[in-house]
């Protein structure tokens, strides 16, 4: 299931829709909003997406995840519109026999949606101003490093 | 030929309308609107640089031809998820 929506995101019941008696791994990953980025406060962000084609890539990716793992069912939901501090921008659930598969699956999803899903963030500040981010290539390929833990 | 092109983000912004119509040669490419754009909207140049061009919803090739009726729209660098 992949969907678009201007609504707080239920991600109990999305977790519990991808759930199959054959798939004993369920991994759900949330992305939420985030109160500092380095020194930069935030007060709130803005999405926006070009929704057909945003629909036609998640459902992209999830053709790309079902031929690499054996998933037994995933659902992908975007949030768009205006985000306060620790609100859910987006949810990826994914089930599959073993949970080496779902932890790579849902993994993939989410780096995939980050770069090919036309969907843009805007920064709004505590001062009023405000930002469309459009990250180059060298920000994405930095932040999308798998980190050891404290570094 | 006359095409429309759909406008997010930044781009939106810059431009300061959600979309934006070119006059192009019938046998113009993405790359030919690219320089187009560029031309019409200085301020663009820098962001078009980074930015990709969509054709009926899929990812354009610079050299990829275009024709009148057809969704075209530029696609700033994407912050999603």
């Known amino acids: 299931m992949i969907k678009l929506t201007d609504q707080p995101i239920d991600y109990g019941a999305l977790t519990a829709s991808v759930c199959r008696a054959g798939c004993g791994g369920v991994v759900l990953f949330l992305g939420t909003v985030r ?17 057909t084609m945003a629909e036609r890539k998640l459902a992209e990716i999830e053709g790309e995840v079902r031929e690499r793992w054996p ?5 992908v939901i975007h949030r768009l519109g205006r ?27 989410i780096d995939r949606l980050k770069q090919i899903v036309p969907i843009w963030k805007k920064e709004n500040r505590p001062d009023g101003s405000s930002d469309w981010v ?15 833990p404290l570094s | 030929m006359i095409v429309t092109v759909r406008l997010f983000a930044r781009a939106r912004d810059l431009v300061g309308a959600d979309q934006i119509k070119l006059e192009l040669p019938m046998s113009a490419t993405a790359a030919d609107l690219r320089t187009q ?36 729209a530029l696609l700033p660098p994407v912050s999603g998820g």
Do not use: K, W
Not at chain 1, 71 to 75: C, K, L, Q, T
Not at chain 1, 84 to 107: D, K, L, N, T, Y
Not at chain 1, 134 to 147: I, M, N
Not at chain 2, 49 to 69: K, P, T, W, Y
């Open chain 1, 71 to 75: 998933v037994g069912d995933m659902a």
């Open chain 1, 83 to 109: 985000l306060g501090i620790g609100e859910v921008s987006v949810a990826v659930a994914v089930s599959c026999p073993h949970r080496a598969e779902a932890f790579e699956a849902c993994r993939y999803t």
């Open chain 1, 35 to 51: 109160d500092l980025t380095g020194d930069v406060v935030t007060e709130a962000l803005e999405y926006e997406a070009y929704p």
């Open chain 1, 134 to 148: 459009h990250p180059d290539a060298a920000t994405v390929e930095r932040s999308d490093q798998t980190r050891g």
């Open chain 2, 37 to 72: 754009l560029a031309i019409r909207v200085p301020a663009l140049a820098g962001l078009l640089e980074r930015s990709a061009l969509a054709v009926d919803g899929e990812f354009a090739e610079r050299d990829q031809l275009l024709s009148a009726n057809t969704e075209i």
